[in-house]
């Protein structure tokens, strides 16, 4: 009788084991839904309207998926994503991808609400993030060492960061590193002597943004071009999109979505071209 | 009947040889992508080497080595005590009714998904650290506190396991000598199920060097060799998390090579629970 | 053969009765443990013999739903009164089981144990505790034995010996053993025997057996009892050639016919 159950027990084990064997195989990216994967500050906007879309036009699935924009860049080109998502400009070694702006995006610089630091100018910016300047007080904050928040390499927030910010400058090995705007944000929310880099449109009021070389993030100021840490959000096919890719791409310029993605902080691409 | 036997009996063989063949293939993989550069920087210099830039061809993997080995060990330092206080507190001490229903609470623990753990260890734990010890409170502390608590069921069953397999008669033994109930538990049932235990514990340490996602929220992820507990640090397996989407050439290769790493320290302990398993199995 | 001191009263139960849950196990038992004597206890299986043996040393006090009414006292004391400490009368009344049990720890150990757990530290005393806790359990005289051996390693018959060895160790006034000899083989059996009897001149013992042989070898007095209750007590001799009970003699001579 144990013996038997036993081998029950065994058969079910054989038949999960082979079932996951079978559907692993079976389950390519772009069986059914349009995979969109990439960047994961690009990823909720883009979630967002992703829903809107399936629920308008019936019958089609996307899947967004975040991984990085370097990683959704390399996605599209290996074709295990139909569109790729970025937060950073194309290197020149990806130039030869079909690139397609949805919006510009500001990086604001946040603390702690309690810190009275309030602005910073871009090189002193620089210095926190090189170790060069390791004290709140070197900067007419209160006393407290500097708790600098960087992103992971390969994000594209990082990307832009490194770029407008540090220039040739490294990021010094003592930050602590996040890999997501979430548990960034979270930080910096919960200690007086953080400093931390997320996009505009995901600060919420638990943290105070810095304003830089006199410029505070606004929206206006985003669009004005006065701001100087913007970067865009891009979705990138390999070659010219196909019918699917560009009926997802084309809607995400319609009026309403462009609306959607101003209420959500952003810089809709229409705004940019206008200015 | 003899057909379906053998029938049952052939497709369970299938089904074993092919899990058996996924992982092997998985090592395999894992080690031809890795073994390349350890070898082209020489073995010393990546397992020795303090500095990791990738991008710009250094591939030191010290700092994540010391910064597994640190978080390991405390949450070790953690679990061990109170994942074997618990295996005593519910087999030798806590009403039957209690022990019912704390069980299944603390086999529930295992079903929490990381991410939970590791936003709890962000909102709570980490800002508790930073304002009573001071340091960024990302740190190794922070880590271990948290993976101690993620391995709490695993080195709390094993060791119940254990303490369970103590023969009463031990128990009878060491009472008629005038001993109390703690007596008996640590002078004759702790000491007899030292082996189990010891299995327990290295099983919990399995769990704990594996683990990512709540590791990567909490540890600060700062490649640097720590040099103290509040310090943040980078262990391996953040390191594959956090690089491998992006990661291309060799680059890429080094993350294999820290999954080799990784790959071998898992196995040293398995092998040296194993080899504990087989020594108490002999001794009965 | 009864030794020089005997005939002083160790052990008295009054009216003891006791229950496991709705169970009535014991009825109203009344009964005198002479002291440096061997006395037996014997009945059918399930009668209540380990149940008696173990009032004596409060080792029931953990089954669930064991109650008591009556007394039992140890030289006067009531064992079961509120200034006994149950650590206290277990080191006085020690305890031999039924299948050897010593911890799996070496020897030493295992005879040190006592001693230690109660809280002697001093070397040179507990060499000497060692040595004279296997001389007085037979174990020091087989010689032969790495003291450092594990005690699973030794023959059973050597096992129990040195779960006797360990009970002095700890210097009982009292020895119950509940069925010691019955894992053993008849070489052992004896040599357990033997050492009861020396035992006997210094510690008073309480041996429950199935075995009406060894009753009628190894024991001065014998109980015998019937469904929880004690039918008849009295010198093992005169208990077993002439009982006053017509139930002691029926079931003495199905045991021996
Ligand atoms: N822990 C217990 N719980 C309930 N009943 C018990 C327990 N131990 C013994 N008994 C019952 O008490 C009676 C006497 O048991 P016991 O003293 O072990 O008998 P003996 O040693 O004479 O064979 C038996 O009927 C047995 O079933
Ligand atoms: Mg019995």
Known sequence: ?275 | MRLREFVIEKLLFIAALSSLAVLALIAVFVFIEGTPIMLREGLGSFLLGAKWAPTKGSFGILPMIMGSIWVTVGALLIAGPVGVACAVFLVEIAPRQVADVVRPAIQLLAGIPSVVYGFIGIVVLVPFIRETFGGPGLSILSAAIILGVMVLPTVISIAQNALEAVPVEYKQGALALGCTHWQTILLVILPTARTGLITALVLGMGRAVGETMAVIMVVGNAVKLPINPLDPARTLTSNIALEMAYAAGAHREALFATGVVLFVFIMILNALANMRLRRRGSHR | MVSTDSGQVKITARGLSLFYGSFHALKSVDLDVQSRTITAIIGPSGCGKSTLLRTFNRMNDMVPGFRLDGEVRLDGQDIYGPQMSVSVLRKRVGMVFQKPNPFPFSIRDNVLFGPRAHGVTDRAYLEHILEQSLRGSGLWDDGGFDLDTPAQDLPLGAQQQLCIARLLAVEPEVILLDEPCSALDPYSTLHIEDLMRQLSEAYTIVIVTHNMQQAARASDRAVFMLLGSMVEEGPTGRLFTEPHDERTAEYIMGRFG
């Not at chain 1, 195989?25 to 995979?35: A, E, M, N």
């Not at chain 1, 669009?223 to 990138?236: A, K």
């Open chain 1, 1 to 275: 009788m144990a013996h038997h159950r036993r081998s029950h027990l065994l058969l079910v084990m054989a038949i999960i084991a082979g079932l996951s064997i079978g559907v692993a195989g079976c389950r390519g990216p772009q069986s059914g839904g349009l995979t969109v994967a990439g960047s994961t500050s690009v990823q909720p906007l883009v979630e967002h309207l992703a829903e809107r879309y399936m629920a308008e036009h019936h019958g089609e699935v996307v899947n967004v998926q975040g991984s990085g924009s370097t990683a959704g860049i390399r996605a599209a080109v290996s074709g295990a994503a139909a569109i790729g998502m970025a937060s950073r400009e194309l290197e020149p070694t990806e130039r030869d991808l079909h690139r397609f702006l949805i919006a510009q995006d500001a990086i604001a610089v946040i603390v702690h609400p309690a810190n009275p630091v309030k602005a910073l100018r871009r090189e002193q910016l620089r210095d926190i993030y090189a170790r060069r300047i390791r004290d709140w007080q070197q900067l007419g904050g209160n006393p407290g060492t500097i708790n600098f928040i960087t992103r992971e390499e390969g994000s594209g927030t990082r990307g832009a960061f490194q770029e407008i910010v540090m220039g040739d400058a490294e990021i010094s090995a003592d930050g602590i590193v996040q890999d997501s705007t979430g548990t960034v944000r979270a930080i910096v929310a919960g200690d007086r002597n953080a400093i931390g880099y997320i996009s505009l449109g995901m600060v919420t009021p638990e943290v105070a943004t810095i304003s830089l070389d006199e410029v505070v993030p606004t929206h206006d100021a985003v669009i004005s071009g006065q701001y100087p840490l913007t970067r865009p959000f891009l979705l990138v096919t390999s070659g010219e999109p196909g019918p699917r890719e560009r009926a997802f791409m084309d809607y995400l310029h319609q009026p309403a979505c462009q609306a959607i993605i101003e209420e959500e902080g952003y810089v809709p691409s229409a705004a940019e071209s206008r200015s």
